[in-house]
């Protein structure tokens, strides 16, 4: 009697796994950095729930005009910026379940790889796709990658799993990213060229990093060619990168011109109201209350007003139509104020009344005055 010979059943992926690598600290690194910075943000006055775009700005967000103005620094920062507690919860989430395996698939190291990879290409891809339009952030562009690497291994490694071991991970992850890109494309401020561009680069450079299951070999060319496409899709996506729209910089400064502007603008007003109250109690001489308001108020006005001529920006920026309107009101406040000392000198009741009406018109033209918006999600 001839006795066949049975193979090993299959071990657990998991068990293997944790043989190789028992730790995953990288995975545990990333998310306690994902959820200190967004714990710094809380305590730094950010919303639970939502955060405004003013303040992932100033926390590093990616948005076109900033980050292409130089600020490249924000393709890396704006992964780690979430945008309320259920945002951050989910990616965590994904990030524990897909993490845990990658890295002991792949080793510490080249999980960060990885994670890095796929993360700042997917912010260069949204970078592309969003234009100057949006502001975005979030681990989501990196997590995508992770999966990408998951099923790069899965599917190499799949004559050395057990096939419904297989099938569950492998058609699992597949159809948790195909799910979230279809809710991304239903569901309005979810930034799917983020995803997409994630999970190209995670599986390109998990099929660069392969580390096989057994003691067998990976083959040097599917290494080689891996690398060669994402070295070509980054040069492609680098060399595509669209010019802003207006620079960032000139914004800026404007913003803070604008600012400066309106505090200083509230000081002159009440400045005026408090020498015309002054000159009825205290029975001012027409002359010195004329003189008073030409040196407070007049040549104070001058001077805001050329401080506001002085700013520059493209047509297309968010502040320009606020500048024009804020030069106008300026314009028209200033004329005001000299007409009102001319004519208080002249003793001239009519003139001084239409000066004071001058004024009040510009008081409303300051109130319609358009301020700039904020960017987009």
Do not use: C
């Not at 500048?323 to 001084?352: F, P």
């Amino acid at each position: 009697m001839v006795s066949e010979e049975r193979p090993p059943p299959f071990r657990p992926l998991g068990e293997r796994l944790r043989d190789r690598t028992p730790g995953i600290p990288a995975t545990a690194g990333m998310v306690a950095a994902n959820v200190l910075v967004f714990a710094a943000m809380l305590a730094a006055g950010a919303g639970l729930w939502h955060t405004p775009n003013q303040v992932q700005l100033a926390w590093g967000a990616n948005f076109g005009p900033a980050t292409k103005d130089g600020e490249w620094w924000r393709l890396v920062t704006a992964m780690f910026l979430h945008f309320g507690l259920v945002h951050l919860a989910m990616n965590m989430l994904a990030l524990w379940d897909g993490g845990r395996l990658v890295e002991r698939m792949y080793g510490h190291g080249r999980f960060l790889a990885i994670y890095v990879a796929a993360g700042l290409t997917g912010n260069l891809a949204s970078l592309i796709a969003q234009g100057d339009r949006a502001v975005s952030g979030g681990a989501s562009g990196a997590i995508f990658g992770v999966y990408g690497a998951l099923m790069v291994f899965l599917w190499r490694e799949r004559e050395n799993l057990h096939v419904a071991e297989f099938r569950w991970l492998f058609w699992g992850a597949a159809g948790f990213t195909a799910a979230t890109i279809a809710f991304g494309l239903l569901v309005p401020g979810i930034d799917n060229a983020a995803h997409l561009g994630g999970l190209a680069a995670g599986a390109l450079t998990g099929a660069t990093l392969a580390v096989p299951l057994t003691r067998s070999r990976v083959r040097r060319t599917p290494r080689l060619a891996a690398a060669a496409v994402l070295l070509a899709a980054w040069a492609g996506m680098l060399t595509h990168v669209p010019a802003p729209r207006y620079d960032w910089s000139e914004e800026m400064a404007a913003r803070g011109g604008i600012r400066e502007f309106l505090a200083e603008d509230a000081r002159i007003a009440a400045q005026w109201q408090a020498l015309l109250d002054q000159g009825r109690r205290d029975g001012m001489s027409f002359e010195e209350l004329a003189g008073r308001i030409e040196s407070q108020v007049v040549d104070r006005y001058e001077r805001n007003f050329e401080d506001l001529a002085s700013i520059h920006l493209d047509p297309a920026a968010p502040s320009a139509p606020t500048v024009e309107a804020l030069r106008r009101y300026a314009e028209l406040r200033r004329d005001a104020s000299r007409d009102l000392a001319e004519a208080i000198r002249d003793k001239d009741v009519g003139r001084a009344r239409a000066a004071l009406e001058k004024a009040k018109r510009a008081d409303a033209l300051a109130g319609k005055a358009p301020r700039p918006p904020p960017p987009q999600r």
